[in-house]
């Protein structure tokens, strides 16, 4: 739909959905949907910030609403539970400590300070919407495209390392879980097993460590050395014999 230009009832329509260089955000809360609250997206009386944005442009004559008040008040809940501090002050975020950004749009390995507190988010990262108390009035919606599939809903870390190319392509049709690639998604799923502190994970890291992408041998080189420093120091050399990637030779930098 995005993109879509149509006629109706003699006037212009173009409809977009996070897809053109409109601030949606800012032209919601004139419309009188909502308010940007402290964490910067649309807060909704009715929704809460659980919403996602749409835009018409058209030529057609139509009432104007009036804009929303800011109803935050003292809250501050999701200033207080971002785990980057991204927020530098209230309705203010800095795009370059969001989890968000790092594990969606961010092509390159994860900077070394986001890992920890990157935990197992393996796409995007909502902590600071799901602590809205206007979340209270929100409903599930009734619209099939955004249900939750339930083979997605608790997925184990180990199927999701061990999937090939293909197989991530098929599990995330139609979502946009895809748009991130297979790189990006094992990156972002080792991250994750690094921080889960268990053991168990060890040979699925293992089993990634002559990946054909530097961008996932640096992961697995990452979350080995958390797992299992032992085994790390024993792989090591052999690894970096052949390790020819600047990146990922870093990653197995400090070891002795
Ligand atoms: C770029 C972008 C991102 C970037 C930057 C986020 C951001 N807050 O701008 C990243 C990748 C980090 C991101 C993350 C997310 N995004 Co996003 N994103 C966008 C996009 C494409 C543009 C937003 C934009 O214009 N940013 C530019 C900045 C300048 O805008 P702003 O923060 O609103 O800035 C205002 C205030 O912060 C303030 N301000 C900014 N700087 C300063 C400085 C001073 C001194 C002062 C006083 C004020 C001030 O004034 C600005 C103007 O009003 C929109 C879609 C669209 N086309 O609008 C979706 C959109 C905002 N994202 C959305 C979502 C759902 C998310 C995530 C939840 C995704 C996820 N689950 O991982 C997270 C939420 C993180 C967060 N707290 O914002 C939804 C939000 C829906 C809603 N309820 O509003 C949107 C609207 C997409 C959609 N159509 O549904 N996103
Ligand atoms: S999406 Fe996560 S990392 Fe980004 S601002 Fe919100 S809580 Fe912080
Ligand atoms: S959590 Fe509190 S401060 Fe943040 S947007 Fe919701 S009401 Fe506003």
């Known amino acids: 739909m995005a993109g879509l230009l149509a006629r109706r009832g003699g006037a212009d329509v173009k409809v977009f959905v996070d897809t053109a260089p409109l601030m949606e955000k800012p032209l919601a809360e004139a419309a009188g949907l909502g308010w940007q609250g402290k964490h910067s997206v649309l807060v909704s009386r009715e929704w809460g910030s659980w919403l996602f944005l749409g835009a018409i442009l058209t030529s057609a004559e139509l009432p104007v609403d009036k804009p929303h008040p800011e109803s935050c008040g003292s809250c501050t809940r999701c200033l207080d539970v971002c785990p980057t501090n991204a927020f530098p002050a209230p309705f203010r975020l800095d795009a370059r400590r969001c989890l968000a950004y790092y594990s969606v749009e961010h092509k390159g390995p994860i900077p070394r300070e986001f890992r920890r507190p990157m935990g197992n988010r393996i796409y995007g990262c909502d902590d600071c919407l799901a602590v809205c108390p206007w979340n209270k009035f929100a409903s599930v919606s009734r619209e099939a495209k955004l249900r939750s599939r339930p ?79 032992e085994q790390a120091s024993a792989v090591r050399e052999r690894h970096l014999d052949n390790e020819t990637d600047p990146a990922v030779r870093d990653e197995w930098s400090g070891m002795v």
């Open 151 to 229: 083979e997605l809903e608790r997925p184990a870390l180990a199927e999701l390392v061990a999937i090939d190319d293909a197989g991530f392509r098929a599990l995330f049709a139609g979502s946009p879980v895809k748009r991130i690639g297979h790189e990006r998604f094992l990156r972002n799923v080792l991250i994750g097993i690094g921080n889960s502190e268990s053991e168990i994970f060890v040979n699925s890291v293992l089993s990634r460590m002559a990946d054909p992408s530097a961008l996932v041998r640096g992961a697995a080189v990452w979350a080995l050395r958390r797992l299992d420093p």
